[in-house]
């Protein structure tokens, strides 16, 4: 029987298509999620909507992690940037039916950059494709940078972290431009682009643009990651419950 006490939190990965295709994830998630008392789950981008609906009925969390870039073109939302490296297509697509299965099951989620992007994207929201490009003038994003983002007072980020203001480790040059009406942004840096969302009508629906696995131990980024597990071991909990009525 799996302990209610460490929650079982998939984490999606890259698709390496060099030789054959394969997983790769790096291991930087899962020490995260298990520093935070969780055990780490892989999951490979196969099968379609059936195999993803079986594969988190046995999981109590989601971590949405990093990546590369979206094709936009394929989504509809304009010819892909030149300086885009996106994800192959068959990853793009399972990601997506992830996030939106994930949604809909009401599975605690913690997304990540691309991860943050993802979740926004697939309820409606805009992306920024290529920075400072579309923002003219704004700062830097690349290569682990710096910098602060300010959360909004009332806010269930803002709660988890205890603050108002986090110092954060960013790497990415495309962001979220605008979020659907299920999603409220709840972070911004000084120059007003999105950092943080959450789903508000969701038990754990969590996402931020920077790298909290990036952070060096024992700070308030921690805290994201102890956030879903506690949140997924409540899920952990409802589901031994319900094995045993």
Known sequence: MVDPDRPLIGINGLLDKTTEPKLHLANRYANAVLKAGGVPVALTPVGGPGDIARMLAHLDGLVLSGGDDFDTARLGLGPTHPEAVPVPAEKQDWDFLLARAALERGLPVLGICYGMQLLGLAEGGRIFQHLPEDRPGCQEHRRKVLHKVALEAGSRIARVMGEREVDVVSSHHQALASVGPRWKISGRDHEGLIEAIEREAHPFALAVQ???????????????????????????NKRAFGART
Do not use: C, M, N, Y
Request: charged share 20%; no cysteine.
């Open 210 to 236: 920077w790298h909290p696995e990036l952070a060096p131990e024992g700070t308030v980024q921690d805290k994201l990651f102890r956030a879903l597990v506690g949140a997924a071991a409540i899920e952990s």
